[in-house]
């Protein structure tokens, strides 16, 4: 793969519905990430974003195009609605990668008990996702992914449903983890803050069906200081501007 880019996707295409009837989602999409990059990929809702992040984490297989990743990596998903199994405890919900992959239950409950205090879960252990908020599920749902120690995690607007405040922070929570635990992330949002602080590579996406607007360099993401400064302000305008172009030029 050129440059050591972990995900490459070149020239992908993706259509839903029958051969007589077929509407297109995606139209020649390309973009690399670079490992232990985080990749923030926004756009209209209902453009693809959520499909374009199927095809990467292996849930969908494009028409046409190719999509390579570097070696054979572990990988964690977050879905938009956390994916959380409401009979289980918020420790079932953690372990069960690793019960999947057969790991020893000593070890499991030792890795589980870490993410629960890395996630400020303490004292929860045995609640079930119905006795928690938002915030908190989501937590749950981020530590499940990283259990299995991915080297790239997926995350599909895990955020959307919370509260600015609790968004805020759980924004730097998962820079912090992100840095620490040295991944590849990629996260869908519609939220031009998330992507700006979020995403080192920022993919703008048009309307349906979804084609590549502009890939913007965003290297001062990461940086926990990031929302106040001028550039911040100045980079989510230009990207609200490319969007309200977009907008603007497929209805007219």
Known sequence: ????????????NLSYGT????KE?????SFAIKPHSTCAIIGPSGCGKSSLLFLLAGLRQPDTGTIVIDGDPRCGTMLQNYGLFPWKTVVQNIGLGLILRKMNKEKIA???AVLIEEMGLTGFDDYFPSQLSGGMQQRVALARSLAIEPEILLMDEPLSSLDALTRERLQNLFL??????QMTSVIV??????????GNTIVVLSERPARVLQIVDNPQA??????????FYKRCNMLRNLLREDDNGEKT
Do not use: C, W
Not at 25 to 29: A, C, E, P, S, V
Not at 192 to 197: D, G, L, Q
């Open 25 to 29: 989602i995606l139209n020649n999409i």
């Open 189 to 198: 949002t519609h939220s031009i803050e998330e992507a700006v602080f979020l």
């Open 222 to 231: 990461g940086d926990l200081s990031y929302r106040g400064q001028e550039h």
């Open 19 to 22: 051969e007589n009837e077929k």
């Open 176 to 181: 912090q983890i992100h840095k620490k635990k």
């Open 110 to 112: 030792e890795k589980v």
């Open 1 to 12: 793969m050129p440059n050591h880019m972990m995900i490459d996707i070149r020239s992908v």
